[in-house]
């Protein structure tokens, strides 16, 4: 893997989620089982771990394709029926988006045509590659995209926290003959599991989603006064 691929966008947005979804599996495994506490098989498990984090990815984008789990809300922010972005900013924008590409001449006479979406589309997409160096509007990328790889994933997360809190069950009470004698790690690895549960219902939401594209689109659009022809 080349090192400049690893990213910002890469290592939180992706590699934070993948890691957060397989979290469970490699505590289970390094608390519970002795046998990996050995130098030689803790670096392969780590190894593999550390491979997985980065297939995830790929596996959630082959299984759920190009599934939009929010509105893209910055087209509809720009759209004049839309009352999110006051009045002033927006005939602002317009005026900026005409001048910056012949292509967006539409925007000197805004109305809710199809046409004009399209045109807002357009506009976005061209304002996306344009603000690749943006500081702000990276960060709120970042969390946008962080935040939708998490909803992906959530049911997988709880299923893999419900087989580890089962493995973890079933292997303490296969392994010592009484409850008083399984270890406390035992209990702190099951626990966490539970805890991971309660983040993956409570704090993985469509509606921490659909916050974060609305913070990301006004950001995204907000740039557009810093966007040079």
Not at 30 to 35: H, M, N, R
Not at 111 to 138: G, I, M
Not at 181 to 196: C, K, Q, R, W
Request: contains cysteine; glycine residues 4%.
């Amino acid at each position: 893997m080349k090192l400049e691929l690893l990213d910002v966008y890469n290592i939180r947005a992706r590699l934070s989620a993948s890691i957060i979804l397989l979290a469970p599996i490699a505590i289970t495994v390094f608390i519970c089982f002795d046998e990996i506490h050995n130098i030689a098989s803790s670096a392969v498990f780590i190894g593999l771990f550390l491979a997985f984090t980065n297939y995830i990815p790929i596996l959630l984008r082959r299984v759920y394709g190009s599934k939009q789990y929010s509105v893209n809300y910055a087209v509809e922010f720009l759209m004049p029926s839309d009352t999110t972005i006051n009045s002033t900013s927006k005939l602002r924008y317009y005026e900026k988006l005409a001048e910056l590409d012949s292509s967006f001449g539409l925007f000197l006479h805004p109305n809710d045509s199809p046409e004009f979406r399209n045109c807002c589309e357009s506009a976005v997409a061209y304002l996306k590659t344009r603000t690749r160096e943006d500081h702000l509007v990276q960060e709120e990328n970042i969390n946008y995209g962080f935040c939708r790889n998490l909803l992906r994933s959530k049911y997988i997360g709880i299923l893999i926290c419900i087989s580890m809190c089962c493995l973890i069950a079933v292997y303490s009470l296969l392994a010592y003959e009484s409850i008083s004698e399984i270890p406390t790690g035992h209990y702190f690895a099951f626990s966490t599991n539970l805890v991971m549960i309660l983040f993956w219902c409570i704090g993985v939401t469509q509606q921490a989603l659909e916050n974060t594209a609305k913070t990301y689109a006004k950001t995204l659009l907000a740039a557009i006064d810093g966007v040079n022809a």
